[in-house]
């Protein structure tokens, strides 16, 4: 994704992202700065996408874009959130903890800074950071 349209002006609206692609097609964006990680969690994210962001440490959210014709599966689930992992503090680290939730569960206080939100109805995964195989 791109933060820029063809006649070269800026799109404040847009974040920057690094996006990758799993195995069953599935698309995963994670946030570059405090900034882009607000827009793609409060303004991108579809409420049936999945977020992910590793818990306890400074790092990239995570969106996991959901498919219109299947729901991701386990694996798909532990893949996002090893690329969560992965953009995060925690890289360097054995087994992480990961939360995710849908993104509808995502939400920001008035007054927050840039990158924090809360979260409902959390679900812990234990992964190792990595990126998927290309």
């Known amino acids: ?37 607000d827009r793609l969690s409060l303004k991108v994210a579809g409420p049936n996408d999945w977020w992910f962001h590793v818990r306890g440490m400074p790092g990239s959210h995570v969106v996991l874009v959901a498919a ?38 995502v939400t920001k206080s008035r007054g927050a800074k840039p990158g924090t939100v809360q979260i409902r109805k959390e679900r812990i995964f234990k992964v190792r950071p990595g990126l998927p195989e290309i």
Not at 9 to 30: N, T
Not at 71 to 79: H, V
Request: charged share 25%; aromatic share 4%.
């Open 1 to 37: 994704m791109t933060d820029r349209p063809e006649n070269g002006r800026h799109r404040p609206d847009a974040p920057c992202v690094w996006e990758y692609i799993l195995c069953g097609g599935h698309r995963v964006m994670a946030g570059k700065t405090d900034a882009d990680n």
């Open 68 to 105: 219109e014709d299947r729901t991701p599966d386990r694996d798909t689930l532990n893949q996002a959130a090893a690329i969560a992992a992965f953009h995060s503090k925690a890289r360097g680290g054995g087994v992480v903890s990961v939360s995710g939730t849908l993104a509808r569960h």
